[in-house]
């Protein structure tokens, strides 16, 4: 059975520190990962999706790698704003594509002004 | 893309009287959708898969005649809680995959029984 978990559960950054959040997972046959955002009482904004096949993506501000063998994802959030204040979470669903996603218990990030 | 939309934003309703749930794939087909529900600061806990054309799939402890999931068409599913009581207010947030897009959520459901 897949588990996934965020390492730290919480995490209070002074603006303009970069941001690193880690995602591990016990089950290497991933299809993907993908990082999520969550704000308060909204649902999930999806920030990267890693195919299987890749190391890393990009967006922006936003880099995300993925190292299949060691079980390992992680997001990093260059130059923090206040703005980037949610919780993360990671989420891997197994094997095949359209299966229910496993997901990490999130990090909730607090970027102080 | 990929849009999921999910309504209503929140809903207010009386004890005993049973709520609907929209969930919509706008720009895709979608033969699987999933239900979460997601109390304060705690994870989304999920709750069923929708099936288009079959009978969902409920996890363990989720009462499925409590909480009737329909899924008629490939860009539509619907939760209804049936018999609501207070216990049942939550945040409610359906989900869809697209290949080469991964996940995507709604916007979620705030419910609240009185």
């Known amino acids: 059975k897949q588990e996934v978990t965020q390492i730290p559960a919480a995490l209070s950054v002074p603006e303009g520190e970069n941001l690193v959040l880690n995602c591990s997972f016990t089950?290497?046959?991933?299809?993907?990962l993908q990082w999520f955002r969550q704000d308060p009482g909204k649902g999930l904004t999806s920030l990267l999706l890693i195919q299987s096949s890749q190391r890393e993506q990009t967006s922006g501000r936003l880099n995300a790698s993925l190292d299949k063998s060691s079980g390992r994802s992680t997001l990093y959030i260059a130059a923090s704003q206040p703005g980037d204040s949610a919780t993360y979470l990671c989420a891997v669903p197994p094997k095949a594509a359209g299966n229910k996603l496993t997901f990490g218990g999130g990090t909730r990030v607090l970027v102080k002004p | 893309g990929a849009v999921v939309s999910q309504h209503p934003s929140w809903v207010i309703c009386k004890s005993g009287t049973s709520v609907k749930i929209e969930c919509r794939s706008l720009?895709?087909?979608?033969?699987?959708m999933f239900w979460y529900r997601q109390f304060p600061k705690q994870s989304l806990m999920l709750m069923a898969t929708?099936?288009?054309?079959?009978?969902?799939?409920?996890e363990q402890g989720v009462e499925k005649d409590k909480f009737l999931i329909n899924h008629a068409s490939l860009t539509l599913s619907t939760l209804t809680v049936t018999s609501a009581h207070p216990e049942d207010s939550s945040f409610y947030i359906c989900s869809a995959s697209k290949d080469d897009y991964g996940y995507t959520f709604g916007s979620g459901t705030r419910l609240t029984v009185v």
């Open positions: 089950d290497s046959a991933i299809y993907n």
């Open positions: 929708s099936n288009e054309g079959s009978k969902a799939t409920y």
């Open positions: 720009d895709f087909q979608a033969t699987t």
